[in-house]
């Protein structure tokens, strides 16, 4: 899902959260009901908000082990190193379009974050890069063009500026 | 079960207003900071790297302040009414906080320190633009809010384990699993505040622990710059910490509802045994969430990233299942009238549930990998602790000030203070969310495009709350004048 679906999504829920919660407040506010019979109602309705919610955190849960993305680097796939520092990457000019390939990322000094955009401007994949230690980020890059990248981990005064780029092709 | 002994109510309101006052005293001055900043990134003003990294390090680490000490000062007062407590003990975490931020103050203006708050380790002593002395003024100003905030802890802890009669009774562990029997002997379990007390309590050690474990390692490091740390193990400590010390702001302020909304609503807001498990749900999850900070380092093991994510998703459960589906029954046709008070509390509900639900998207591992250290992250957040704890805050405030002096407030200074709290906050957060769902990286000086754009929209909603709280400020202290009344509002 795009970054904008999970957007819209939100606004769904939030929009839904404010009428629900606006209008159960209000609803009748002057005309009082015992607190014993509000909450007799009101508890039974709760068991089936409990059992909603339970089952849409689990399934959520479920759905998204197939989405893990980091899985073990195929053993065929072609290996980029990727070193980042304050306040530039070391990165590979041109990468393969359509076949996986795995950014090596680590870092020469302090964290920072290996954000690849597309060349429309979404996010498209990301990885910490640590010093120290190798993070291996798997890609399949399906549209040509360039792809920049930018640092997704505050890593010191120039961080903004801290940008590289490559084409697929 | 009888309280043993209660400290005297006068002693327990002046605690808890010093606390309140300091925490939205220095509220407001970061809230200036914070608009100087988004001005800056709307490209209104200018405000250079390095200063601007310094103001966000203050920022982040003065909003949460203020917050904890918001949130602790309510609690206190609230278990001091249920069993002693010594206020000299208060006044001395108290006296920690202050140290701490006069040291954080320290190493900000003169000493231009800029590695944030919740700063990865090898930052802040690689690459820095700041002098030495200012990232050991920093290192040691946070120790000392941390332990601040640890004496706390242990006090209210201490006090709650003898009150009633060990951790088993704090957290109501017969009264769950015995019910009849506890019900036949006439026992009563602690009230629903003390859940929020006994967590933040017991979370807050915890996290207390691993943030000064690190917190250590850095100052050790600071002093004898031989000394290597390992960075995947400082950044779970960090992270264990920073999310659980910003979470709990949140069940600390929700104590305002449980103790506030009865006196709005005139009906009772009792423990069940519903509300239990969901506070033993908190207990845990709030503890273990902190991994989904960690979902993009993936040497991490795995298994931690997916009990990150499911503790998430749990955690909302007693958000939205238990505590405000309660607090909104507590309401409903109860006949409450809508005061400035009672209009804070109950809109906070809906800061909580919306900001929340944004975590919960955030922390859903395919999506994280497009929100990840986007502005989403600060979307949430300041959803959750503008809209949601300090709400919270000031609705118990005005709660207090309504009892006190028997008066409220008319209906052009609700709307006033409402649009400007709530609607600028609303406005003010959208900046972020759609910036941060367009992939605009948080935490640059300089925000590439759209971020200038929505930085302006959000600016003007954050000016909005400042006029906002303003009105509020102003109605606060016309109340505080007002005699004292025996007649409820």
């Known amino acids: ?169 | 079960m009888k309280p043993l002994s209660v400290t005297l109510p006068a002693i327990g309101l002046r605690v808890m207003w010093t606390y309140i006052a300091t925490g939205l005293a220095i509220f407001l001055l970061m809230l200036l900071v914070g608009i100087s900043m988004r001005g800056s990134q709307a490209g209104w003003w200018t405000i250079e790297p390095g200063t601007f990294y310094s103001l966000l390090s203050l920022h982040g680490i003065g909003m949460l302040t203020a917050m904890v000490v918001a949130g602790l000062g309510t609690l206190w007062y609230l278990v001091s009414r249920e069993t002693g407590l010594d206020a000299r003990v208060a006044y001395l975490a108290y006296a920690f906080f202050v140290a701490g931020v006069a040291c954080v103050i320290v190493s900000i203006v003169p000493g231009h320190y800029g590695a944030l708050w919740s700063m990865l380790y090898p930052l802040p002593f690689t690459g820095t633009y700041w002098p030495t002395w200012a990232t050991g003024a920093w290192l040691v100003g946070t120790a000392l809010v941390m332990l601040g905030f640890m004496i706390w802890c242990g006090q209210i802890l201490g006090a709650l384990l003898a009150r009633y009669g060990g951790l088993g009774g704090v957290l109501a562990v017969d009264y769950v699993l015995h019910n009849r029997a506890f019900a036949k002997l006439d026992h009563e379990p602690p009230p629903p505040q003390i859940f929020a007390a006994a967590i933040t309590a017991i979370d807050g050690l915890i996290a207390g622990t691993a943030g000064l474990t690190v917190g250590v390692a850095l100052i050790v490091r600071w002093l004898d710059p031989t000394v290597a740390i390992d960075p995947l193990w400082a950044k779970n400590l960090t992270y264990l910490f920073g999310h659980t010390f910003a979470n709990l702001t949140m069940y600390m302020a929700v104590a305002g509802i449980y103790v506030g909304l009865p006196i709005c609503t005139r009906r009772a807001y009792h423990t069940s045994v519903p509300l239990v498990l969901a506070w033993w749900g908190t207990l845990l999850f709030v503890i273990i969430a902190y991994f989904h900070h960690l979902y993009m380092d993936f040497v991490q093991a795995e298994s931690l990233k997916l009990v990150g994510e499911l503790a998430s998703f749990l955690a909302a459960i007693p958000v939205v299942v238990i505590t405000v589906y309660g607090a909104v029954l507590l309401v409903h046709r109860s006949g409450m009238r809508w005061t400035l008070g009672s209009m804070f509390l109950f809109t906070g509900l809906i800061g909580w549930v919306v900001g929340g639900a944004a975590a919960v998207l955030d922390s859903t591992i395919p999506f994280n990998v497009d929100l990840h250290n986007t502005l989403w992250v600060p979307a949430h957040f300041h959803t959750y602790l503008l809209e949601g704890v300090v709400l919270f805050t000031l609705g118990w405030v005005f709660v207090n000030l309504e009892q006190r002096a028997g008066a409220s407030s008319g209906a052009l200074i609700r709307w006033l203070a409402g649009l400007g709290v709530f609607g600028g906050g609303a406005l003010f957060v959208l900046g972020f969310y759609i910036a941060g769902a367009a992939g605009v990286p948080r935490r640059y000086a300089v925000e590439p495009p759209p971020g200038p754009y929505l930085a302006g929209i959000a600016t003007v909603g954050a000016i909005l709350v400042l006029v906002g709280l303003l009105v509020v400020a102003y109605e606060a202290l016309r109340l505080a004048r007002l005699p004292r009344s025996e007649v409820a509002p």
């Open chain 1, 1 to 169: 899902m795009s970054s904008g679906a999970v957007f819209g999504v939100f606004i769904v829920i939030a929009v839904i959260a404010i009428v629900v919660i606006v209008f159960l407040g209000n609803y009748r506010l002057r005309d009082t009901l015992p607190q014993a019979s509000v909450t007799a109602r009101g508890y039974v309705i709760r068991r089936y908000w409990l059992g909603l919610t339970l089952v849409v955190a689990i399934a959520a849960f479920i759905t998204t082990l197939s989405y893990l993305p980091y899985s073990q680097p195929r053993i065929q796939a072609r290996h980029y190193f990727v070193v980042a520092r304050q306040f530039s990457f070391g990165l590979p000019k041109v990468v393969p379009l359509g076949t996986p390939i795995v950014f090596d990322v680590t870092s020469a000094d302090v964290n920072h974050g290996f954000g690849i955009y597309t060349p429309s401007g979404n996010v498209f994949a990301q990885v910490q890069a640590m010093p120290d230690y190798v993070n291996h980020l798997q890609v399949v890059f399906t549209v040509a063009g360039h792809y920049s990248v930018r640092c997704l981990e505050y890593c010191g005064i120039a961080h903004a500026a801290m940008q590289g780029g490559f084409e697929v092709r």
